[in-house]
T-cell receptor, first 111, second 108 residues
Framework: EPEVTQTPSHQVTQMGQEVILRCVPI?????FYWYRQILGQKVEFLVSFYNNEISEKSEIFDDQFSVERPDGSNFTLKIRSTKLEDSAMYFC?????????FGEGSRLTVL | GIQVEQSPPDLILQEGANSTLRCNFSDSVNNLQWFHQNPWGQLINLFYIPSGTKQNGRLSATTVATERYSLLYISSSQTTDSGVYFCAPYSSASKIIFGSGTRLSIRP
């Protein structure tokens, strides 16, 4: 069964460093999303991407964040100059015309 | 933007019990999903349900879009049903917002 894959599964970084989280959405899906979940809290929408551009973004998705689809298969989330409060699980998701499918997440720990 | 409320926030049940989880949303939606987040953090698709009722084994879901709510029923609960249940209404194709979840604990 097709699935969304994310790497790395866990990343530890120092405050102020740049981080890139990678996702391979399900092939032939058209919509791509990033969500964040701080430990014990709800799943928060960050950004959606369609037709090679951002469709919507939340107030969380400020200038510190960027997304890119560098080739036909990868979808990346870049966090510039990480802060302690960026520590969270980051989920990538994709959908075609139907339901949303999630990857297993990338846990980011900022020290 | 759309507001999503789930109730109850926490639920503790004995194995074998039945439960109903509710999701209210403030705006019209054109679709809705229910997810189960297991104790390992994975988000598992349960239902993709814009309206009506669907059943999958011991679980079923009903969405009444005109009244802006959806219900998730779990019957004969098992310990493996423990975790957090999220609803996610589609306010648009590009913005899918999660509720705050119902944390379900099933005791053996």
């Amino acid at each position: 069964e097709p699935e969304v894959t994310q790497t790395p599964s866990h990343q530890v970084t120092q405050m102020g460093q740049e981080v890139i989280l990678r996702c391979v959405p399900i092939s032939n899906h058209l919509y791509f999303y990033w969500y964040r979940q701080i430990l014990g809290q709800k799943v928060e929408f960050l950004v959606s991407f369609y037709n090679n551009e951002i469709s919507e973004k939340s107030e969380i998705f400020d200038d510190q964040f960027s997304v890119e689809r560098p080739d036909g298969s990868n979808f990346t989330l870049k966090i510039r100059s990480t802060k302690l409060e960026d520590s969270a699980m980051y989920f990538c998701a994709s959908r075609g015309s139907g339901e949303l499918f999630f990857g297993e997440g990338s846990r980011l720990t900022v020290l | 933007g759309i507001q999503v409320e789930q109730s109850p926030p926490d639920l503790i049940l004995q194995e074998g019990a039945n439960s109903t989880l509710r999701c209210n949303f403030s705006d019209s939606v054109n679709n809705l999903q229910w997810f189960h987040q297991n104790p390992w953090g994975q988000l598992i698709n349960l239902f993709y349900i814009p309206s009506g009722t669907k059943q999958n084994g011991r679980l079923s879901a009903t969405t009444v879009a005109t009244e802006r709510y959806s219900l998730l029923y779990i019957s004969s609960s098992q310990t493996t049903d423990s975790g957090v249940y999220f609803c996610a209404p589609y306010s648009s194709a590009s913005k899918i917002i999660f509720g705050s979840g119902t944390r379900l604990s099933i005791r053996p």
